[in-house]
């Protein structure tokens, strides 16, 4: 017998007893669970509960790869104050305390994403059945928004599967996969996709009659219950180490992280009421942070950035890459090749010499070999990953790539000749996309007899783990090359910004001054581990003159030389980098920098021989650490404002992702242009001023910083979608 009803997001077809409940949110590709959709759940648990006949219930997606994507975030951004959202976390609550207390057994069959309260959702289930396919996995994301699970994910998740694991997943925000997430109790049964609604339905069954055990109990009953969990000494230990390493890596910008800790313990040493209630409350109080703020400011920027072709007005469509090749299969092309086979897209090395390709393919190896010691993929998938990946030292079969990308020396001569070598070869449609770092886009198009198939690429590295793209365009530069290759760099996994053709791009040229006055600061005197420590507790993941050392003080010295030239005194190097490099030393790769590292290459402490290269010696002068990162941050936000300016990022929003993601800029601050409308233009501009009085020519504030100041404007509205 089967009866069918149909609401906005949900519809309800009772099958052999068991109520099957269809999620399929209209006009949209994936299901979100909103204030309007939990009212719409709560009548249909109350329509299942009053009805005798039924005596099981199943939720399933329409939605092709997702079950649940989590809550819509939209709704976080009308939040006024933290009992607002609070009450919409015991909201949440009182709908899954149905689900899982109810008459019926409840079971989540799940093909997909099942994301934030989605997941919370399944906990509240009776039991969780998922589809054996590669779409299905299984996080909650919140704390990666500044939140904490809000819907019951920090009670409900150290019940089912153990304490250590359940802040494990919630801590990191880790993917779980239906596998993994079979094997630590997330999911109670894996099956194929075409047999999990009748699955689920039987399950539901069983529940109904018995033959399956229903817990509804509060007590830990997880697969993987700890011994740990039941022990109170066991737990403070779990909870003090978590904290303390939580602290260390976080270095307490990220509250949320602190606060789940916090609703964990509180379920496990109050009663369950208290539990929930702490919940609500800590996510109330993460939902007013500014870092949440910031964090789901990054997620509707990247999130807007998947959908932006690349250019104004109507795009063309991007053409077709099925293959590329790759000129030079040094250390960026073996990257770059790496990220591509693993989206099953063929490469076409080509380098001077055979012995030279070979090591790039080997290069390639040990990246998949990797992803596949970490289990990411299976052997057969990297047997067909590599198999994708062929060399050549001619230009052989390079008339039928639509797409080659260079990463030869970064020589202009040599970038012409290969340019013009390629040229030869490639169909008339081909684009040439150069992954130069330091040289204009034009002048290598210079040389080229279609310019407006030439464009850049600039990857960072290590290209497979970096997540930014610039996409460099010039004035020649033809719209469906930029679309093409704008959509070619989402494929392989980056987030792409578009920048217009200028020295040092967009990345490295706010980089530039940040990392000269950390230079200058070491002339005045000031210790390197004091400057590198400073900006790590401002929230960069490495300190400046680390990441000299890093990134090989000759390369920084040349891209140095190349600022200096193109921006004149702001950007005038440091007497500390040229005399380090004039020693000899040229950081991690030489061994010798300004930290010293072990014979594997692992960092140790500062060369304290390094100072016997400056005037004072090792007599360092003391500096207040806010100073220190005063300067530093003001001198990146101050040129990031300079860059939009003169039209060199498109917009704020490409600024702040390519700062967050193309350098670290610390993710909790949102980016410079948000960094600056929350402090306030004047302010940031009164700031300026007095620096630049101290430090004349290095700190005027850009027009555009003075401009909002004089209006009291701020970049992005201060209502509503921040971007
Ligand atoms: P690399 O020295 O590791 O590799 C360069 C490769 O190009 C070598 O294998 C070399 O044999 C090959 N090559 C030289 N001339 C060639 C020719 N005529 N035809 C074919 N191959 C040729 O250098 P890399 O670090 O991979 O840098 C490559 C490019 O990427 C440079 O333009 C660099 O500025 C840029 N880049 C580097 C980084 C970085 O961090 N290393 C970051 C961004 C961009």
């Not at 299942?48 to 994507?69: C, H, N, R, T």
């Not at 992803?371 to 990946?389: A, N, P, W």
């Not at 679309?483 to 792409?496: A, C, D, L, S």
């Amino acid at each position: 017998m089967s009866d069918t009803t149909k609401g906005q997001a949900l519809s309800l077809e009772v099958e052999d007893g068991v109520a099957v409940v269809t999620f399929d949110l209209p006009g949209e590709s994936v299901n979100k669970f909103s204030p309007a959709v939990i009212e719409e759940f709560t009548q249909v648990v109350e329509r299942i509960e009053q009805d005798a006949a039924i005596k099981g219930a199943v939720l399933i997606s329409a939605k092709p790869g997702i079950f649940i994507a989590g809550a819509d975030i939209d709704q976080f951004l009308e939040f006024r104050t933290a009992a607002d959202a609070a009450a919409a976390s015991a909201f949440g609550h009182a709908m899954m305390q149905r689900i899982e207390k109810g008459r019926v057994p409840v079971v989540a069959a799940i093909d997909g994403a099942c994301l934030g309260g989605g997941l919370e959702f399944s906990l509240a289930c009776a039991y969780r059945v998922a589809a054996d396919t590669p779409k299905t996995m299984l996080q909650l994301p919140e704390t990666q928004l500044g939140l904490i699970p809000g819907a019951g994910g920090t009670q409900r998740l150290p019940r089912l599967i153990g304490l250590q694991a359940a802040l494990d997943i919630i801590l990191t925000a880790k993917n779980v996969r239906a596998k993994k997430a079979l094997q630590v109790g997330l999911v109670d049964e894996l099956v194929h996709p075409s047999i999990l609604r009748a699955i689920a339905i039987q399950r539901a069954k069983e529940l109904a009659s018995g033959a399956v055990a229903r817990k509804r109990d509060s007590r830990p009953h997880g697969a993987k219950e700890l011994l740990l969990d039941d022990n109170p000494i066991g737990r403070a230990v779990v909870f003090r180490q978590a904290r303390e390493m939580t602290l260390k890596k976080s270095k307490g910008h990220y509250p949320a992280l602190l606060a789940a800790i916090d609703a964990v313990a509180a379920g496990f040493h109050g009663t369950e009421a208290e539990g929930f209630a702490e919940e609500a409350r800590l996510f109330g109080q993460m939902a007013m942070t500014a870092v949440s703020r910031e964090l789901i400011f990054l997620f509707y920027a990247t999130t807007a950035l998947k959908k932006d072709p690349g250019v104004a007005g109507v795009a063309p469509p991007a053409l077709p890459v099925d293959r590329i090749a790759v000129l030079g299969s040094g250390f960026m092309g073996s990257g770059i090749a790496a990220i591509s086979v693993m989206k099953g897209i063929p490469v076409r090395f080509k380098d001077t010499e055979a012995d030279r390709v070979a090591k790039g393919v080997g290069a390639v190896r040990d990246i998949l070999k990797d992803r596949f010691t970490k289990r990411q993929i299976t052997r057969q998938q990297f047997e067909d990953q590599l198999g994708l990946v062929a060399g050549t030292t001619q230009y052989t079969g390079f008339g039928h790539v639509p797409l080659v990308i260079e990463a030869v020396f970064e020589e202009l001569g040599v970038k012409q000749t290969v340019l013009k070598e390629t040229e030869a070869r490639l169909s008339p449609s081909a684009i040439f996309a150069t992954n130069t770092s330091t040289i204009p886009i034009s002048r290598i198009a210079a040389a080229s007899r279609r310019p407006e198939r030439v464009i850049g690429m600039h990857f960072f590295s290590p290209v497979h783990k970096m997540p930014l793209l610039e996409v460099i365009v010039t004035p020649q530069t033809a719209p469906e090359v930029v679309t093409t290759v704008v959509e070619f760099g989402r494929r392989i996994g980056k987030t792409v910004i578009i920048v217009n053709d200028s020295p040092g791009f967009y990345v490295n040229r706010i980089l530039a001054p940040y990392v000269n006055e950390a230079g200058k600061l070491l002339d005045e005197g000031i210790a390197v581990d004091v400057i590198d420590k400073a900006m790590g507790a401002f929230g960069f993941p490495v300190g400046p003159i680390n990441l000299i050392d890093e990134v090989g003080l000759d390369i920084a010295g040349k891209s140095g030389a190349i600022m200096a030239e193109a921006f004149g005194g702001r950007m005038q190097p440091s007497e500390a980098l040229q005399k380090v490099l004039g020693a000899g030393r040229l950081g991690r790769k030489g061994n010798q920098g300004f930290y010293t590292y072990d014979e594997r290459g692992k960092r140790e402490g500062v060369d304290e021989s390094v100072y016997e290269l400056f005037p004072g010696g090792k007599k360092r002068r003391e500096v207040p650490r806010d100073e220190i990162q005063r300067r530093l941050s003001l001198a990146m936000v101050n040129e990031a404002a300079r860059c939009l300016e003169e039209g060199i990022v498109r917009s704020a929003r490409d600024g702040d992702i390519g700062a967050v993601f193309g350098i670290g800029f610390p993710p909790f601050r949102g980016g410079p242009f948000r960094h600056v409308d929350a402090a306030g233009a004047g302010e940031v501009v009164a700031q300026l001023e007095a620096l630049d009085a101290k430090h004349p020519g290095r700190f005027t504030p850009a027009a555009i910083l003075r401009e909002m100041a004089r209006a009291g404007r701020t970049f992005y509205p201060q209502t509503g979608k921040p971007a």
